[in-house]
């Protein structure tokens, strides 16, 4: 059953995910892991949780 914070197409492969910098905040769209950020920090997936 959804939950109402779900998001739509979240493991849709075709869909672009957002990931966000861990040293700066930057936030990008990719559909694939861009790796690293303009500032050196590294990406992490939005969507996945830290713990």
């Given at each position: 059953?959804?939950?109402?914070?779900?998001?739509?197409?979240?493991?849709?492969?075709?869909?672009?995910?957002?990931?966000?910098?861990?040293?700066?905040?930057?936030?990008?769209?990719?559909?694939?892991?861009?790796?690293?950020?303009?500032?050196?920090?590294?990406f992490t997936n939005r969507a996945?949780?830290?713990?």
């Amino acid at each position: 059953m959804p939950q109402g914070n779900d998001v739509e197409h979240s493991n849709d492969p075709e869909s672009a995910s957002t990931y966000e910098c861990l040293q700066c905040g930057a936030i990008v769209e990719s559909d694939a892991h861009p790796n690293t950020c303009d500032c050196g920090g590294q990406f992490t997936n939005r969507a996945k949780s830290l713990e």
